[in-house]
Each structure stands twice: as structure tokens, then as C-alpha cells.
């Protein structure tokens, strides 16, 4: 069965500083999505990693992955409030067809704050 | 688009009634999945479709839960009859097969209070 584990649960920064959350699953994929998700909200889709060494950035967020450790990374950078949120990893590990889509097992999410 | 769209937004209802949730996809997506989220268990997947058919339920939680989904542009998930412990927020995603992004979109979801 794939877990999918992240790390910090919890995790208040200051403002202009920056920090990085990890996702570690347990099972061979290739596949690796961020989301967010603000309080009372839908999931936003933040980032798709599709390959090992897979780097996406967007403003102030940046994800990696590492398929070999089996790990992926959300780096903030000189974090601002607006980037105050939950953040799920969810990994893609049965494949549905060749080029088909996947059920997707979310980890915990990390409930991010960001205190001026 | 207007992206995947859920009704209702909200839910209450005394144990023991029957709850319907609707899921209306994005245009031309061909997968439609329906997850659960609570604070003791995060987000579950309940059961996905591809083209209509249900590909997947081994994440429905008893057979109180029922999903259809009669054409590609609706799917219902049903709990007939609720019990307090399936409050929870239902959210619907929908996506499209593709080599290059697979991503899910998610519906605004439903909130459902059982009492």
C-alpha cells in the first residue's frame, strides 16, 4: 500500500524568511503533484513533476523530485502572508493506462503560517 | 470553463436520511474521481470512473456508499443512510487522459453535516 508522508504537519514562518517541506512515499512513481488549499476551500493544483530531477517554479515556490529517494521538496522562499495555506503532496502510483491518469494517495498536508 | 462544479455546497441532514452529491466534470475530461476529507483521515479517494464506468471503489467506506455516474457530464455519490461519522467534506475531481499532465481538478466540494 503507498504512503505518502509530509513533513512538518504544522509550520508558522516569519515573513522574508524561507523554509521547505518535505513528501516522502513509499512505492515506485514518477508522478508527484503539489496542491494547496486555503481554509473552507477547494484544492488548488500547484505543481506537476513528471520525471526524476523534475524542478518547477512559480513566484516564491519552488518543487522538486527525486524519484530514486523517493522524495519531493517545496521550497519557500522570503515567504509573504498571502502564502499562508495547507500544502499536499500526492503521489500517482497505479497508472490506469499508458499514458492514462492515476488514483492519486494525498499525504497529510502542511498547515502553513506565515506571521509578519 | 467553469471548471468541476458541486452541488449542494452545503449539506445537513438527521441520521438515517438518504444524501445525494452531485459532480458535474470539466468538459472533455474523461477520469472523474470523488475523495472524502476529515481531520482524522485526510483525504481518501472513494472511487473513480473513467469514461462512465467505475474503475475503482475499493476506497468506498460500506455499502451505505454508491456512485454513478449515468453520462460524462454528471456523477452522483448517494449514502443511503447516513450516519454522524460521514460528516466530511466530498470533493469531485475530474481530469484528462494525456501523456504530458494528468493533473486533477478539484469542485469547490460539498460539505455534509450529519446529525
Known amino acids: 500500500e503507498l504512503k505518502v508522508e509530509q513533513n512538518p504537519l504544522f509550520l508558522s514562518m516569519q515573513e522574508e524568511k524561507n523554509y521547505t517541506i518535505y513528501c516522502n512515499y513509499s512505492?515506485?512513481?514518477?508522478?508527484l503533484y503539489w496542491y494547496r488549499q486555503d481554509p473552507g476551500k477547494s484544492l488548488e493544483s500547484l505543481f506537476v513533476l513528471l520525471s526524476n530531477g523534475a524542478v518547477k517554479q512559480e513566484g516564491r515556490l519552488m518543487a522538486s523530485l527525486d524519484t530514486k529517494a523517493r522524495l519531493s521538496t517545496l521550497h519557500i522562499t522570503a515567504a509573504v502572508h498571502d502564502l499562508s495555506a495547507t500544502y499536499f503532496c500526492a503521489v500517482g502510483a497505479t497508472r490506469i493506462s499508458n499514458f492514462g491518469n492515476e488514483k492519486l494517495t494525498f499525504g497529510t498536508g502542511t498547515r502553513l503560517t506565515i506571521i509578519p | 470553463d467553469a471548471g468541476v462544479i458541486q452541488s449542494p455546497r452545503h449539506e445537513v441532514t438527521e441520521m438515517g436520511q438518504e444524501v445525494t452529491l452531485r459532480c458535474k466534470p470539466i468538459s472533455g475530461h474523461d477520469y472523474l474521481f470523488w475523495y472524502r476529507q476529515t481531520m482524522m483521515r485526510g483525504l481518501e479517494l472513494l472511487i473513480y470512473f473513467n469514461n462512465n464506468v467505475p474503475i475503482d471503489d475499493s476506497g468506498m467506506p460500506e455499502d451505505r456508499f454508491s456512485a454513478k455516474m449515468p453520462n460524462a457530464s454528471f456523477s452522483t455519490l448517494k449514502i443511503q443512510p447516513s450516519e454522524p461519522r460521514d460528516s466530511a467534506v466530498y470533493f469531485c475531481?475530474?481530469?484528462?487522459?494525456?501523456?504530458?499532465?494528468?493533473?486533477?481538478?478539484f469542485g469547490q466540494g460539498t460539505r455534509l453535516t450529519v446529525v
Open positions: 512505492t515506485t512513481s514518477d508522478r
Open positions: 475531481a475530474s481530469s484528462l487522459a494525456s501523456e504530458a499532465n494528468t493533473e486533477a481538478f
